[in-house]
């Protein structure tokens, strides 16, 4: 990519070349055990590099509930820690790519516009990334 701005399509287009399946199958809801490993790493990377909320992750890769990238970025998070096949492929992709980290992906970050409507007097706390736990 050398140099040029990354996407999430560019990410996902890497993370595919390295497990080698399909994009459209990643981004698809199939539930196979052969896309779990793929999925958790676009999740991660997506998280990492693109500082990508839970909820704009979930929808673009057609998940029904942003709970699932919550779950495959921790999962993530766990094996890169532990180092491993896992880690080591997360390497590949990020050597093959342009990723300079999250402090020069703020300028890169794909914006999606969020309208929310709040009751008046309700409080919202946020504890990764969405309002999903708005209290009272």
């Not at 999430?8 to 539930?31: C, H, M, W, Y």
């Not at 196979?32 to 991660?44: F, N, S």
């Not at 998280?47 to 970025?73: C, N, Q, W």
């Not at 300028?107 to 009272?136: D, F, M, N, W, Y």
Request: aromatic content about 6%.
């Amino acid at each position: 990519m050398g140099g040029r701005i990354l996407t999430p399509d560019g990410i996902l287009k890497l993370v595919a070349l390295q497990f080698n399946v399909r994009t459209t199958e990643l981004r698809s809801r199939k539930r196979l055990r052969t896309l779990v490993i793929p999925r958790r790493a676009l999740c991660y990377l997506l998280r990492k590099h693109l500082l990508m909320s839970y909820p704009e992750i979930g929808k673009y890769l057609s998940f029904t509930d942003h709970t699932a990238v919550i779950h495959a970025v921790a999962s993530a998070e766990k094996e890169m820690k532990k180092g491993g096949e896992f880690k080591k492929s997360i390497d590949m992709i990020e050597s093959l790519g342009d990723f300079n980290g999250p402090e020069s992906s703020q300028s890169q970050r794909q914006e999606v516009e969020l309208v929310l409507r709040i009751p008046r007097g309700a409080a919202i706390t946020v504890g990764h990334g969405c309002a999903c736990q708005s209290a009272k």
